[in-house]
C-alpha cells in the first residue's frame, strides 16, 4: 500500500494536468517526487528552496493572481515557521488556498522536535475559517485532497501522516460518523487512531465516531451520540496536542451536563529518538494505554 504522502504526489501530479487554475508551491520537500509534474507545468509548479515563510508568500501571491495554490512541506515548516505569513497572506488577504503538510506529530522522530508538529491544529484554532482534514488512510487522503482542491477559495489544511489505519473508511465528508454504538460514553476517534480506539474500546459499551474532516466541529453529531446514553461523558483522542478539541466539545455540549477527556500528544518534549511506535505508546495513544485511561474515565454502571 502506498503512502499518504505518496498518494499526495500522484493525485496532484494528476490534478494539475486537470485543472489549470492549480497552481504547487514546494520548499526542496517532496520536490523528487513532482519533478516529472514541474516538467509538464513549469509556471505552475514552483520550489522556493528552503524558505518556509516565502513558500506561503509566494502561495498567497498566487491566490490573489486568480489561481488555487496547494503548498506543501513538514507540518512544523508549513504552520509553524511561517505562521505569520498564513495568517496575513490568507486570512487577512480574504483569500484561498491548501495547505498540505507531511510528518504529523512524530512521523520523522530521527528529525527531532524540529520536525515534529502535535500544536498544528491548535494553532489554526487561533485562525477564522479554516477548513481542518485528518485523513486516516490514503484511500481517505486521495478524497479529502480531491475535495480540498475543488473547494472555491476556500481556506483548507490536510494534515498528512505515515500512520495509517488498515482500512479505509466511506466517511470522508465533512462531520463525524458512527462505527459503533454503545451507552456509557462516547469515543471521538481522529483519523489514523482509529484502529487504536477500536481496540482499546473492544468489549467497552461506548459509541465511537470517526472524524476526518475535524474543523468545523461536527456538534450536531457529538450532541446527538452523547445524548444517547445516561452520562454525556467523551473522549476525545486526537493524533495532535492534547485538548485541541476540548473547547468546541465543551461548547457542542454547552446545555448539557457532561465531562470531556482530551487525550493525544503530550506537551513534554520527548528527546530521545526512538519509533513512531514507542513515541505513540509514550503519549499513552496505544490500544493498552487508551483502553486504562477511557475505562479510568468513563463512570461505572449503575
Known amino acids: 500500500m502506498d503512502t499518504m504522502r505518496e498518494r499526495f504526489i500522484t493525485v496532484t501530479s494528476k490534478m494539475l494536468d486537470e485543472d489549470p487554475r492549480l497552481a504547487l508551491v514546494l520548499a526542496e520537500i517532496t520536490m523528487d517526487g513532482f519533478r516529472p509534474a514541474r516538467q509538464r507545468h513549469p509556471d505552475r509548479v514552483v520550489n522556493v528552496g ?9 502561495g498567497g501571491g498566487l491566490a490573489l493572481a486568480g489561481l488555487r495554490p496547494i503548498m506543501h512541506t513538514f507540518a512544523s515548516f508549513l504552520v509553524e515557521r511561517p505562521f505569520e505569513q498564513v495568517k496575513l497572506d490568507f486570512g487577512h488577504q480574504g483569500t484561498g488556498g491548501v ?5 504529523a506529530s512524530y512521523d520523522w522522530p530521527a528529525g527531532g522536535f524540529t520536525h515534529m508538529a502535535p500544536g498544528d491544529v491548535a494553532l489554526l484554532d487561533t485562525l477564522d475559517g479554516w477548513t ?16 480540498a482542491y475543488a473547494a472555491g477559495d476556500d481556506k483548507v489544511y490536510v494534515r498528512l501522516s505515515a500512520q495509517s489505519n488498515a482500512e479505509p473508511r466511506p466517511a470522508t465528508g465533512p462531520g463525524f460518523h458512527t462505527v459503533r454504538e454503545g451507552r456509557a460514553g462516547v469515543v471521538l476517534a481522529v483519523g489514523p487512531l482509529l484502529d487504536n480506539v477500536l481496540a482499546a474500546t473492544e468489549g467497552l459499551d461506548v459509541t465511537v465516531l470517526y472524524g476526518t474532516t475535524v474543523r468545523p466541529f461536527d456538534d450536531a453529531v457529538l450532541r446527538a451520540a452523547a445524548g444517547r446514553g445516561p452520562a454525556a461523558d467523551v473522549v476525545l483522542v486526537e493524533p495532535y496536542l492534547a485538548g485541541t478539541s476540548t473547547a468546541a466539545a465543551n461548547d457542542a455540549l454547552a446545555d448539557l451536563p457532561h465531562r470531556v477527556l482530551g487525550l493525544g500528544v503530550g506537551r513534554a518534549e520527548l528527546r530521545r529518538y526512538g519509533t513512531i511506535a514507542e513515541h505513540t505508546a509514550a503519549h499513552g495513544l496505544d490500544p493498552r494505554s487508551l483502553r486504562e485511561r477511557i475505562s479510568a474515565f468513563l463512570r461505572p454502571a449503575a
Do not use: C, F, K, M
Not at 524558505?51 to 509566494?58: A, D, F, K, P
Not at 481542518?132 to 475535495?147: T, Y
Open 99 to 103: 495547505l498540505v503538510s507531511a510528518s
Open 50 to 58: 528552503i524558505r518556509e515563510q516565502l513558500l506561503v508568500g509566494v
Open 132 to 147: 481542518v482534514h485528518v485523513p486516516g488512510h490514503p484511500d481517505e487522503a486521495e478524497a479529502l485532497l480531491r475535495a
